[in-house]
């Protein structure tokens, strides 16, 4: 299939759907965007942002890269950041990984990715912080560890950028949330590693 001709009609089908539901809501979306979430995620495409949360078009301001890393010298990360907290102002920063992410377990098991290595290279740091207590886990349960650490790490990274330092020093109500995916079933879970921590 040349134009891929399906994904039109499914797009067709989709925009119909919602119209009947809702015939303003195209309408009132073009208007503005004025999302309360940012989604930070996973590029895998099991872990799409707005539908495991089940919120239309218009809630969720999305980044998504290879195991939702956060770096400081990624420019394309960074400005995503600084627009949604200083222009969209939103409330929530959420970090989303997922068990069973690809991008972690090539960087825990070290092999040669060529590209990629570099990027994987923000993970393994991860790892090397974290050795003592993935020694004694099987090579699955380091794997899992190591998605859930690496959204731990990935938490602080997003505190540490000038936009969110300064939106915490003008009082503004701004939360980093860190959560994991279980693609099994489907499941999000809470890390617990929400930062301001109350
Ligand atoms: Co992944």
Redesign the pocket.
């Known amino acids: 299939m040349k134009n891929l001709q399906h994904l039109f009609d499914n797009n067709v089908a989709w925009a119909e759907k919602i119209k009947a539901n809702d015939p303003g809501f195209f309408d009132r979306l073009s208007e503005q965007q004025t999302p309360d979430y940012l989604w930070i995620g996973?590029?895998?495409s099991r872990?799409p942002a707005t539908q495991i949360v089940n919120l239309p078009p218009g809630e969720v301001f999305v980044h998504r890269n290879?195991?939702?890393v956060v770096v400081h010298n990624d420019t394309n990360c960074l400005s995503v950041i600084q627009f949604a907290v200083e222009v969209l102002k939103v409330k929530h920063i959420i970090v989303c990984?997922?068990y069973?992410?690809?991008?972690?377990k090539a960087a825990v098991e070290d092999q040669d990715h060529g590209l990629i290595n570099e990027w994987l290279a923000h993970i393994k740091e991860v790892k090397q912080k974290h050795l003592a207590e993935l020694a004694d886990l099987t090579a699955d349960q380091k794997n899992n560890r190591m998605?859930e650490l690496n959204v731990i790490e990935q938490v602080k990274h997003v505190s540490e950028t000038a936009a969110v330092q300064n939106a915490w020093k003008n009082g503004n109500a701004l939360s980093i949330h860190g959560w994991i995916y279980d693609i099994s079933d489907g499941i999000l879970h809470d890390l617990d590693a929400t930062l301001p921590a109350n």
Do not use: L
């Open positions: 996973c590029s895998d872990v290879i195991a939702n990984g997922h069973g992410c690809g991008g972690v998605c």
